[in-house]
């Protein structure tokens, strides 16, 4: 998000087709038009799944499906009024229905990368919509905020998620985001029980703290899944690993944060985009407790998705798999993954920028990898036809994508016509994909 500030040099736009096989029933809906939007993220209601929201940056926006992401309609006043700048979104439903927006919002940045430094008026805010995403609340619930002094705080990148389970703690609502200082990082976490209307004290969840620069060595990422029991699990990239920790009594209290599994460099340079992030998801099966891990790193030289999973609870983790299919070591990057588990059947699906069609790993297109058996082999998709160039332009820090009965929903930016360095332009997009009538 930070990077909406900063000049950034553009190169032409050029297309080809890709190679991979569309995924059943796929559609690309485009939600924005020729703007600088990004960092999309998307949820589907498991109470009524015709229900879809997407929701992205800058300033904070939200689109809202009826239809089961057929048509879709820009909702109205979901940015901030409080803040000149509002984004770095997340969104969930809960287990009533109500859909719920996260963002940051903040007037002008500190030092770049060095946030805390020199900051401005920010915090953390959600916004709700009792009737699945048209209409929103017109008051920001504050998770955390901090008003202009010396020495203040930056708050980042915030992950949601909502216990819609049937367990002791149905009904809560929990976010974790990484709070930059002027000498260190730290995953603080806050929890709601009313809807989101209250949250409590924040409390800090990171056991290692990260140093105090968006860059490697901070501790950033938050991501988390709720079991059918009400356990709430959260990971985090942790300096050059990923962290994990849970919760069993609803996130009022953590088990110490450990290391789970190496990371080389979560940050890293993506040549005709700005930098990427190979920031860790979590997600699990309800049916039957096991946890998913996705993230990408350039263990192989070049940028790869990884996952792993866990059938003890976290104790123990599979040795990572390559998700996409492309040849090893073939010098194409892959990045920006996002992950979903499908709580009906357990399907794990994938979404990532790709390049592996393009042998000067330029052009990129959508890609999606989808596994029914465990994370053990994936299947690859191409979500659009046409790949397009990064121009060197900030397309976001992450893509988003949900699933619910097999209906997969994509969320991603991305640039179009960057011709005129004044006029340069990212648009989101919404990926349909329907495996619900495969045979099992």
């Known amino acids: 998000m930070k990077k909406v500030l900063l000049a950034l040099a553009l190169s032409t736009c050029a297309f080809a087709q890709s190679n991979l096989p569309r995924p059943p029933g796929a559609r690309v809906i485009d939600l924005t038009g020729k703007g600088y939007f990004n960092e999309p993220a998307i949820a589907v209601n498991p109470a009524n799944p015709q229900q879809v929201v997407a929701a992205w940056q800058v300033n904070t926006s939200v689109a809202y499906s009826q239809d089961g992401g057929a048509t879709w309609t820009t909702a109205k006043d979901t940015a901030s009024k409080t803040f000149k700048i509002s984004g770095d979104v997340a969104v969930v439903y809960d287990a009533k229905g109500a859909a719920i927006v996260a963002y940051l919002g903040f007037d002008k940045l500190g030092t770049e990368n060095y946030w805390a430094h020199n900051a401005t008026r920010n915090g953390l805010f959600v916004r709700r919509s009792a009737d699945g995403g048209k209409t929103w609340d017109q008051q920001d619930h504050a ?81 988390a899944a709720v079991a059918a ?33 190496d990371h080389p460099a979560p940050y890293f340079p993506i040549p005709g985009s700005s930098r990427g992030n190979g920031f860790p998801q979590l997600a699990i099966d309800p049916r039957n407790g096991m946890l998913f891990l996705t993230w990408s790193d350039y263990r192989n030289g070049d940028i790869d998705i990884f996952a792993s999973t866990s059938t003890d609870q976290g104790a123990t983790w599979s040795e990572p798999v390559r998700v996409n299919s492309d040849a090893i070591h073939n010098g194409s990057d892959q990045f920006f993954q996002w992950l979903a588990v499908d709580p009906t059947s357990g399907a794990a699906n994938v979404i990532f920028y790709d390049r592996r069609n393009d042998p000067k790993n330029k052009k990129m297109t959508i890609t999606l990898a989808r596994s029914t058996d465990g994370c053990k082999t994936f299947a690859n998709y191409g979500w659009m036809a046409d790949e397009f160039e990064g121009g060197d332009q900030f397309i976001g820090d992450y893509t988003g994508i949900t699933a619910y009965g097999d209906k997969v929903y994509g969320a991603w930016s991305e640039t179009r016509d960057p011709k005129d360095p004044k006029k340069h332009s990212t648009l989101v997009r919404v990926g349909v994909a329907d495996f619900s009538g495969e045979k099992k």
């Not at 002094?149 to 980042?156: L, M, Q, T």
């Not at 994990?244 to 599994?261: E, L």
């Open 229 to 261: 029991d009400g356990t709430l699990f959260a990971t985090w990239a942790d300096g050059y690993n990923i962290a994990f920790t849970a919760s069993r009594d609803g996130g009022k209290t953590f088990a110490p944060s450990r290391v789970i599994q």
């Open 143 to 223: 998770v955390k905020e901090n008003p202009t002094a010396p020495g203040i705080p930056f708050e980042d990148k915030p992950g949601m998620v909502a216990d819609t389970t049937q367990g002791p703690y149905r009904g809560n609502i929990y976010i974790g985001w990484t709070e930059f200082s002027l000498t260190k990082s730290i995953v603080l976490f806050s929890r709601s029980s009313d809807g989101g209307l209250n949250w409590s004290a924040p409390i800090e969840i990171s056991t290692h703290e990260g140093l105090p620069r968006d860059d490697n060595g901070s501790v950033e990422g938050f991501s």
